[in-house]
Structures are given as C-alpha cells and as structure tokens.
C-alpha cells in the first residue's frame, strides 16, 4: 500500500519529467561536479601515492635510523655500530618488508674534465631490492655484484657533466674518520636512470668499498627499511625507539617534508574542489528550484487548499530536490567510474617531460579510488545538494498564499 | 448562538475583511452574517468585485478575516492553526475552483484517490470509491488520464467527484463554469443539483452566471461586500 510518503514521492518523480529541459540541466550540472570530484580525487591520490613512492625509493625508505646528529651533519663524525642482536631482531619480524645498512657521506667525484660535488652511497645491492630505486634502475653496464664489488654507479646525467662512461674510471673524495682526505679510484661499473636530481647526486658503491675507503670499520652511517604496512609505522617505530634509545629514529615524514606535505596538500585540493563544486551546485539548485516552485504556486496552493499540510508540501518539495540531486549523484558516479576504469593502467604524464617531476610525481599515475570513497563522496555531495534545497523548499512552502488559487492562470 | 448557527453546517458572523489601510483600504467583507444548512443548494452571486470569492475563501478556511468569525462543522477557524484548518478542509470541506483544480501529474483517478490517501484510506478502498465517483460523474473509462488530456468540462466533473470522495459536509464552489461551453455548462450543473438531490450534497456556489443562479434553490445576492439579498427558490 502506497502510503503519504509514496504519494509524495510519486508527485516529486513526476514533477521533475515535466520540464525534463531544467531537470537535465539540474542532472548535467551535478553530474559534473561528482564526476569532477570523484576524478579529481583520484588524479589527486594518484599523484599523492607517486609522489610518496618516489620520495620512499629515493634512499628515503619508510623509516631510517642513524646516530644522534648525523641527519644535521651527515658525515663520518656521526657514524654509528652495525645493528646489534635486538635491533636486528626486530628488523627481521615478518612485518619488515625489506632494510638495509648503508654508508652514506659528502663527496668530491672527479674525472679528467671535471669536478663535482657528489652523495657517496655504499650499499648491499642485494639488501636494497624493493627498498630503492638502484635496484632496478641501471640501464647501462652492469649493477654492483656484491657489497665488495669494486666498481661504482654513476647516474646518466653525472656522467655526461663528467664526460665518463662505463668502463672508464673516476676518483671519488672524501673526509675519512680522522678528518683527512681519503680518495680511491673506481671504474665506471654502470649508469642508472632516475630523477634529474638522482641521477646528478648520487654516485653508488659497495658498502665495504665506502667503509674500507673512509676507514671505518664495519661502521655504518644508517640504516633505511619499509613495512609492509605503512600504517604500522608509527607504531613500529615506537618500538624502534625502545630498543636503540640512544640512536636517532625518524619517518619518511621528517626525512621528507616535501612528500608529508604533497600529501597534506592533496587532501586539501579534495576539500577545496568539494566546496567549489557545492557552491556552484547549491547556486544551480537553488535557482532551478525557486524557478520551477514560482512556475508552480497555483499548484502549490491547491495542494493546501485540499489539505495537504505545508509540512507534507515540503516533504514533497525536498523529496523532488533529493531525487533529481540522487540522479545527478548517480550519473557522476558512473561517468567518474568510467574515467577512473580508462586510467586503470596508468595515465602518462610523459608529455610534461621533467614537469612531472617537478610536481614530485613519477611519469606515470594511476588513479584509484576504492569503494568507500567513492560512495562517501557521492554520499556527502547528494547530502550537500540535498542540503542547499531546504532554504529555498521551506521559503516557498512557507511564503506561498493559498488565495493564490484564485489567480488567473499564466 | 441564534437557532439557525446551532443547525448550520457553515456560519460567519460579523465577518470583516479589509485589504490596505487608512484612506486606500478596500472593505472586501462588511459585517456578513450567513448560515448554510446541510443539503442545501447555495449561490453566491453579484457583479465583480461585490466579495463572492472572498465569502467564499473565508467560509472555506482559505482565508483569514479582518474581524468576525466563522463555523465549519462546529469548528471556529479562529481557534485553528495552519495544520488543522488543513486538516479541516481536508475532511470537512471540497473545492472546486474555477481552473487548474487537478494535480497535473496525476491522473483522474489518482486525482480523487489524493484525498482519500491523505485521509488514510487503504488502497482497495481507495481504489473502489474513485471509481464509483467517477462513474458517478459519468468519467467511468477517462481514469487514466492526466488532465491534459481531459477537457475543461471533464476536468470540472473530476473535481467534483474529488470533492464527492472524502463526503465532505460542503463543497465549494468558486465559478465553476466560467470556462465551460454552454453544453458542458448544463452537464455540469445538472450534476450537482443531481448530487445534491439524490445524495444530499451541500453546495455553495459562487459565480456572477444567471443560469448558474437559476439552478441554485438558495440565492444570495451581494454588492459591497455586503448580503444585499438571500432568498430562497
């Protein structure tokens, strides 16, 4: 049985088909502002989601440790022990995706044309798999063996300022433990492709090579590593803390303000296009509404002239509002759903060359958005336009005299 | 309390509707005394602007008077708020109007259901009565119809049988054959006073149409807002 509120909403569906010009106008406007939304925010994340990757894989990792001072003056002053029984044991817990020691310090590379300030890393290749990017970014030569290859890595665009390549041989300088000048000569194993600015500061060699050469030991000056869950961090790194208290344990988020930051920011642009988007629909509904109500206030008065309470008028009214915003929701949901599907395997950014990177973006996005989103914001714009119809419904149920029955009609 | 209010299903006393104030106020209504009894067959009748409409919004609940009162089935509208003078027209009173009396986007049937649907009625029972009025209006076949597709004179009749739905103690009627041809204009009058007949149906008429009058068995004539005339066939 159809009940008040079926009646209702059988008046509001019928009432929105009889000018079905403004309600696919109505239709069209929100439709676009979901679709926008919905895209945006994927494109957003998206970008959000490669910027924190390339900042992770940019030697950043998830989370570092070092000795107290070393991230203020990053050299072999604040090197720190090989991590000892307890803290390997919990870099080892299956929650640790992957870590790594490293040897990381300024240095000068030289080549007979030329002299450039450099970034020493030494690293176990093996231990770097899934960690960073010179894993898999070699595109020339071969990769370092083993933490006692001999060979060192040289990014594309170090060696064309150096004039080098593979095979020929370079001089790497740097202070070692007692402060003096340490210099070895290594021969160009490989060139890696990766960031305009990686590819300029680092220079990459065995970790034994780098300790040997600056004359430390077995000591290292950091350790990076990633969960498998990046929403374990904070908790991991509580535990971090515990076991070395004197050691200096930090995020990606301190380590890389600027990817905390991108992410911040694309949270923000999402609030603020939602906001955008409502207000230009709430002026759309609202004006569309006041129209299509004025058109109607014979009718409307006869409604109350039968007896329909104004209540039930205005249920009537925002029943109207509700379905053709839910409408619109739904159409923007859909097309959102289609762009977001056409994208699934990336959209390429390769046409704005370097300006990707610039945005802190690698060259390809992939937008996503899981289902919890995309049902919350369809859910929070339908709300909003829902919203945005209670003034204008209740003004006009409430201003609209009954003796306007009698009017002649237009 | 005279006799004739106690009896009467619809009464106004000293009713006053000014419009404006001071030199520019416009005296709609002056101190109108009127009782209708049930069955009876009432026009409201004069030139333009003698205050017919505005007797009768006001003895509808339709509108608020200046001063004086007004009785529907016992109840004082005075003493009503918006809702239950809502409620009272919806179960006490039917209208029809001079034009644009249906919900266009309903049909005639869902037209006469409307009222019984506010009123509560279940859906089988709804059903049925609509359709006994409306073959009481002679529309049996039409029910489907939105009012676009009716004529004016078919349009009337379905008002009427919406009136006719909830049995209200009165209807209303505010020239309803102003748009009407002549022959749509005889059917539709010969169907109230038919109602009125063989059911008992309590019409107030109000219209400024001679032949209207003539069908009427109570006449009252104004001017001025003022009864000048009421006298009976």
């Given at each position: 049985?159809m009940g008040k509120?079926?009646l209702l909403?059988v008046m509001?569906?019928?009432?929105l088909w009889r000018?079905?010009?403004?309600t ?6 929100v439709g ?5 939304t919905?895209?945006?925010?994927a494109?957003?994340?998206?970008w ?6 390339t900042?992770l894989?940019d030697?950043?990792?998830q989370?570092?440790i070092h000795?107290?001072g070393?991230?203020d003056n ?6 720190m022990?090989?991590p000892r029984?307890?803290?390997k044991?919990?870099l080892?817990?299956?929650e640790?995706q992957q870590?790594?020691?490293?040897v990381?310090?300024?240095a000068?590379?030289?080549s007979?044309y030329e002299t ?5 890393i ?14 898999t970014?070699?595109s020339?030569?071969?990769?370092l063996?083993?933490a006692d290859?001999?060979g060192?890595?040289?990014?594309r665009?170090l060696?064309?300022r150096?004039r080098i ?5 370079i001089?790497?300088?740097?202070q070692?433990?007692?402060?003096a000048?340490?210099e070895r000569?290594f021969?160009?194993?490989?060139l890696?492709?990766?960031t305009?600015?990686?590819e300029k500061?680092?220079?990459f ?6 300790q ?9 000056t950091?350790?990076a590593f990633?969960?498998h869950?990046?929403n374990?961090?904070?908790?991991f790194?509580g535990?971090?803390r515990q ?16 990817a905390k930051?991108v ?6 642009f999402?609030l603020?296009?939602?906001?955008i ?6 002026l759309g ?7 299509s109500?004025?058109?109607?206030v014979?009718?409307l008065a006869?409604l ?11 249920t009537?009214?925002?029943?109207e509002?509700a379905?053709?915003v839910?409408l619109?929701v739904v ?9 977001v599907l056409?994208?699934?395997n990336g959209?390429n950014l ?7 990177e610039?945005?802190g973006?690698?060259?390809?996005l992939y937008p996503?958005?899981n289902i ?6 369809g859910?929070l714009i339908?709300?909003?336009?829902f919203t945005a119809s ?7 149920v409430?201003r609209?005299p009954?003796?306007?029955?009698n009017?002649?009609?237009? | 309390?005279?006799d004739n209010a106690?009896?009467?299903i619809v ?10 104030q ?8 002056q ?9 009876e067959?009432?026009s409201?009748?004069g030139p333009?602007g003698?205050?017919k ?5 006001h ?17 004082r509208l ?5 809702g239950?003078?809502?409620?009272l ?9 001079q ?8 049909s ?7 009222i019984?649907q506010?009123q509560?009625e279940h859906?089988r029972?709804r059903r049925?009565r609509?359709g006994?009025m ?8 039409l029910?489907?119809?939105?009012p676009g597709?009716l004529s004016g004179?078919?349009?009337q009749?379905?008002?009427i049988a919406?009136a006719?739905?909830s049995t209200?103690?009165i209807?209303?009627?505010d020239e309803?054959?102003a748009?009407?041809d002549?022959?749509a204009?005889d059917?539709l009058?010969a169907l109230m006073s038919?109602?009125?007949k063989s059911r008992g149906m309590?019409f107030?008429?109000a ?5 209207v009058i003539?069908?009427t068995?109570r006449q009252?004539?104004?001017?001025d807002?003022?009864?000048e005339v009421d006298?009976?066939?």
């Amino acid at each position: 049985m159809m009940g008040k509120s079926g009646l209702l909403a059988v008046m509001g569906w019928r009432n929105l088909w009889r000018n079905p010009r403004r309600t696919g106008l109505i239709l069209v406007a929100v439709g676009i502002g979901v679709w926008s939304t919905l895209s945006f925010t994927a494109l957003l994340q998206a970008w959000s989601a490669s910027s924190l990757q390339t900042a992770l894989i940019d030697m950043t990792g998830q989370g570092q440790i070092h000795a107290r001072g070393y991230l203020d003056n990053p050299g072999v002053a604040h090197r720190m022990a090989p991590p000892r029984a307890s803290l390997k044991a919990l870099l080892k817990r299956p929650e640790v995706q992957q870590w790594a020691s490293r040897v990381r310090v300024p240095a000068a590379i030289q080549s007979a044309y030329e002299t450039l300030p450099v970034s020493l890393i030494g690293i176990d290749p093996a231990r770097e798999q899934g960690l960073s990017f010179i894993a898999t970014a070699v595109s020339a030569g071969q990769p370092l063996a083993s933490a006692d290859s001999p060979g060192i890595l040289l990014g594309r665009e170090l060696a064309r300022r150096l004039r080098i390549k593979v095979g020929q041989r370079i001089v790497l300088m740097s202070q070692d433990a007692n402060g003096a000048l340490a210099e070895r000569g290594f021969k160009v194993n490989g060139l890696f492709s990766a960031t305009r600015q990686a590819e300029k500061r680092y220079v990459f060699v065995g970790i034994r090579q780098a300790q040997s050469m600056l004359g430390i030991g077995q000591s290292i000056t950091g350790i990076a590593f990633n969960l498998h869950n990046i929403n374990h961090l904070s908790r991991f790194l509580g535990q971090l803390r515990q076991v070395v208290p004197k050691l200096d344990v930090q995020s990606w988020e301190t380590l890389r303000p600027v990817a905390k930051a991108v992410s911040q920011l694309s949270n923000s642009f999402i609030l603020m296009w939602i906001f955008i988007i409502f207000v230009l629909m709430a002026l759309g509904i609202v004006n569309t509404l006041l129209m299509s109500l004025h058109e109607r206030v014979r009718e409307l008065a006869l409604l109350q002239a039968l007896g329909l309470r104004p209540n039930l008028i205005f249920t009537q009214v925002m029943m109207e509002s509700a379905l053709v915003v839910l409408l619109g929701v739904v159409l923007g949901m859909v097309l959102a759903a289609v762009t977001v599907l056409a994208f699934h395997n990336g959209l390429n950014l390769g046409f704005l060359a370097r300006g990707s990177e610039w945005l802190g973006a690698g060259q390809v996005l992939y937008p996503r958005l899981n289902i919890s989103q995309f049902l919350g914001i369809g859910a929070l714009i339908w709300v909003l336009g829902f919203t945005a119809s209670l003034l204008p419904a209740w003004r006009i149920v409430h201003r609209v005299p009954i003796e306007a029955i009698n009017r002649s009609p237009s | 309390m005279n006799d004739n209010a106690l009896q009467a299903i619809v009464s106004c006393r000293h009713l006053n509707k000014q419009y404006g104030q001071g030199e520019m106020a416009v005296h709609a209504l002056q101190d109108v005394d009127l009782d209708i009894r049930a069955g009876e067959f009432v026009s409201l009748s004069g030139p333009s602007g003698s205050g017919k409409t505005t007797l009768l919004n006001h003895l509808g609940g339709l509108d608020r008077p200046t001063s004086g009162e007004v009785t529907v089935a016992g109840h004082r509208l005075s003493e009503l708020d918006k809702g239950e003078l809502a409620d009272l027209r919806l179960n006490k009173i039917g209208f029809v109007f001079q034009a644009f009396n249906l919900i266009p986007v309903l049909s005639a049937y869902e037209n006469v259901e409307f009222i019984l649907q506010l009123q509560g009625e279940h859906a089988r029972q709804r059903r049925a009565r609509s359709g006994e009025m409306l073959a009481e209006v002679g529309l049996q076949g039409l029910g489907e119809r939105r009012p676009g597709q009716l004529s004016g004179g078919q349009q009337q009749r379905v008002a009427i049988a919406r009136a006719m739905a909830s049995t209200p103690a009165i209807v209303f009627a505010d020239e309803p054959t102003a748009n009407l041809d002549t022959a749509a204009m005889d059917e539709l009058l010969a169907l109230m006073s038919r109602l009125n007949k063989s059911r008992g149906m309590t019409f107030c008429i109000a219209s400024h149409d001679p032949r209207v009058i003539e069908y009427t068995l109570r006449q009252v004539r104004m001017r001025d807002g003022r009864i000048e005339v009421d006298e009976r066939a």
